[in-house]
């Protein structure tokens, strides 16, 4: 797959459950930070959005769980953004250091909300990632 970002993370110990390993519910916390953070990179800041009256919300996850992280382990977070219809889809990958082992595969299907309307796509987003689609 062909990423457009990575974010380096390590995990916290209080983030384990007792079995030592990554809470599946942490898993969604790396994610929507490794969202932020490429935003931010790119030059749009999620808060200045909602100041705005623009939300960028999340439709729906689906996470496979492939191999758990533990206590102190690094990782990294992947992720590339595809454009489908409404939505903004982010493919994220999680990969444990330094051995790239898979730990989960993400996709997170977001819309956006406009003073509290539905819209196709914000403006600013699809000025950044996607400048050569033409907007209704």
């Known amino acids: 797959m062909d990423y457009q970002y990575e974010l380096k993370m390590k995990v916290r110990d209080y983030e384990c459950d007792l079995q030592g390993i990554v809470n599946n519910a942490n898993y969604q916390h790396y994610t929507e930070h490794a969202r ?49 219809g409404i939505k903004y889809v982010f493919f994220q990958d999680i990969y444990r250091l330094p051995d790239e082992k898979l730990a989960i595969k993400a996709r997170v299907d977001t819309v956006c909300v406009q003073d509290g309307q539905l819209v196709r796509g914000c403006d600013e987003l699809n000025r950044v990632f996607f400048p050569d689609e033409v907007c209704e």
């Open 36 to 84: 932020h953070e490429f935003l931010l990179a790119n030059g749009v800041s999620f808060s200045e959005l909602h100041d705005k009256g623009i939300d960028a919300v999340v439709a729906r996850i689906t996470i496979d769980f492939k191999s758990p992280l533990r206590s102190r382990d690094e990782f990294v977070c992947r992720l590339r953004l595809e454009r489908q």
